[in-house]
């Protein structure tokens, strides 16, 4: 009973490096996406995909990448960290995205020095 | 756009009592659907409850209730009993147009021994 499983949970970046937080889910979800959660400011959305193949950006999308290749994997890519993305990121799922319960993974707490 | 207020950064209240946390929203949508949920201290975001804005009758879920006024765009959330396990941040949320969830920027209660 895996639900939404994220990794890494923790780690740490220098500016510049680059890094893929992988997210997987086994409820044969259509819909995925990407939030980060700073203090004060609630959960922003960064990417989502509405199904294989199919990615759009959502409220702060500027410095990731995203791509959907199959129904269970929606990685997060930063090409070149930088300290403005040190936050929690939590990758959740639906079974559409039409006012359906999102399920999390864990969170991956990212810290760029 | 969609936005979701929550006014009330902290609140406190001693267990077995009652404690209503607030939110309000903006949309331009007649239909959408909103959520409460929990984020405990291991940082797992939990749903606690769900309504959708066309059913009038307010969502329950055990100890936790809504209190839904689409005309106020008010949708607050009312933990009775509180228990020591209730102590988290909440979020408040809603659906924007087909594909996007909006949150607040949440309240942390704690529960008072």
């Known amino acids: 009973n895996a639900g939404v499983t994220q990794t890494p949970k923790f780690q740490v970046l220098k500016t510049g490096q680059s890094m893929t937080l992988q997210c997987a889910q086994d409820?044969?979800?259509?819909?995925m996406s990407w939030y980060r959660q700073d203090p004060g400011m609630g959960l922003r959305l960064i990417h989502y995909s509405v199904g294989a193949g199919i990615t759009d950006q959502g409220e702060v999308p500027n410095g990731y990448n995203v791509s959907r290749s199959t129904t269970e994997d929606f990685p997060l890519r930063l090409l070149s960290a930088a300290p403005s993305q040190t936050s929690v990121y939590f990758c959740?799922?639906?079974?559409?995205?039409?006012?359906?319960?999102?399920?999390f993974g864990a969170g991956t707490r990212l810290s760029v020095l | 756009a969609q936005t979701v207020t929550q006014s009330q950064p902290e609140m406190s209240v001693q267990e077995a009592e009652t404690v209503t946390l607030s939110c309000t929203y903006d949309t331009s949508e007649n239909n959408y659907y909103l959520f409460w949920y929990k984020q405990p201290p291991s940082r797992q975001m939990i749903l606690v409850i769900r309504?959708?804005?066309?059913?009038?009758q307010n969502a329950t879920e055990n100890r936790f209730s809504v209190n839904f006024q689409k005309a106020a765009k008010s949708f607050s959330l009312k933990i009775s009993d509180s228990q020591l396990g209730d102590t988290a941040m909440y979020f408040c949320a809603t659906t924007s147009g087909t594909y996007k969830y909006i949150f607040g920027t949440g309240t942390r209660l704690k529960v008072l021994a």
């Open positions: 409820m044969n979800h259509e819909y």
């Open positions: 309504q959708e804005a066309y059913k009038q």
């Open positions: 959740a799922s639906s079974y559409s995205n039409r006012g359906d319960i999102q399920y």
